[in-house]
């Protein structure tokens, strides 16, 4: 079946450090990849996502290519802010449905000054 | 444009009572998902539908759950005979249906079985 492995948190980072988190695939077709943010107390929000292969999906500083080869979509950021701290979820979807999104576990970023 | 909206955003229950957790898909998605999410855990798909079908429903517990879409009105998720286990957060996404489109999610239900 379908599964997203993430890596486990917490991260604790520093202010304007910079962040990688990663995240790897097995999908049994071809999967749209998408990474959703989580803040405390609400749900989660699109944060950034690619469709095809070697595709960069970017949205406020944060960055993530879909590298086929490696089943990989890891998440990174030049430099992190306080604001950042949340949970982050890597998720699949197989291309061309309208089926559900797969989740990884999640990996909680802490930023401090 | 109004995002998805859940109601209640608590529920507390007494172990046997029912939980009824309700979902408005943001206007226009005639697509709806629900996920659950125990804590300090990923969320877990539950069931998909669309307009009076279920789709998916490969995530329901087989006893006590069900959930519907009606033409008219809000999806439902029902819980009957609660237990201390299903204490959780309940999110519920909607999507328009074109196949590539992000899932929009609410803000969740976060029920607590005392």
């Known amino acids: 079946g379908d599964s997203v492995t993430q890596m486990e948190g917490p991260v604790t980072l520093s202010e304007e450090a910079f962040l990688t988190i990663n995240c790897t695939y097995t999908?049994?077709?071809?999967?749209?990849l998408f990474w959703y943010v989580q803040y405390p107390g609400e749900g989660l929000q699109l944060l950034l996502k690619?469709?095809?292969?070697?595709d960069k999906g970017s949205n406020k500083g944060f960055e993530a290519t879909y590298r086929k080869e490696t089943t990989s979509f890891h998440l990174e950021k030049g430099s992190v802010q306080v604001s950042d701290s949340a949970v982050y979820f890597c998720?699949?979807?197989?291309?061309?449905?309208?089926?559900?999104?797969?989740f990884g576990t999640g990996t909680r970023l802490q930023v401090t000054l | 444009n109004a995002g998805v909206m859940q109601n209640p955003r608590h529920l507390v229950r007494r172990r046997g009572q029912e939980a009824r957790l309700r979902c408005s898909p943001v206007?226009?998605?005639?697509?709806v998902y629900w996920y659950r999410q125990l804590p300090e855990e990923g969320l877990k798909f539950m069931v998909y539908?669309?307009?009076?079908?279920?789709?998916?429903e490969s995530g329901m517990p087989k006893e006590r759950f069900s959930a519907e879409f009606p033409k008219e009105g809000p999806s439902i998720l029902r819980i009957q005979q609660v237990v201390r286990g299903d204490s959780a957060a309940y999110f519920c996404?909607?999507?328009?249906?074109?196949?590539?489109?992000?899932?929009?999610f609410g803000n969740g239900t976060r029920l607590t079985v005392t």
């Open positions: 996404a909607s999507s328009p249906g074109d196949r590539n489109s992000p899932l929009h």
């Open positions: 999908a049994t077709g071809y999967p749209s």
């Open positions: 690619a469709t095809k292969a070697d």
């Open positions: 998720a699949l979807r197989i291309r061309g449905t309208a089926s559900k999104l797969t």
């Open positions: 206007k226009g998605h005639s697509h």
């Open positions: 539908l669309q307009k009076e079908n279920i789709i998916d």
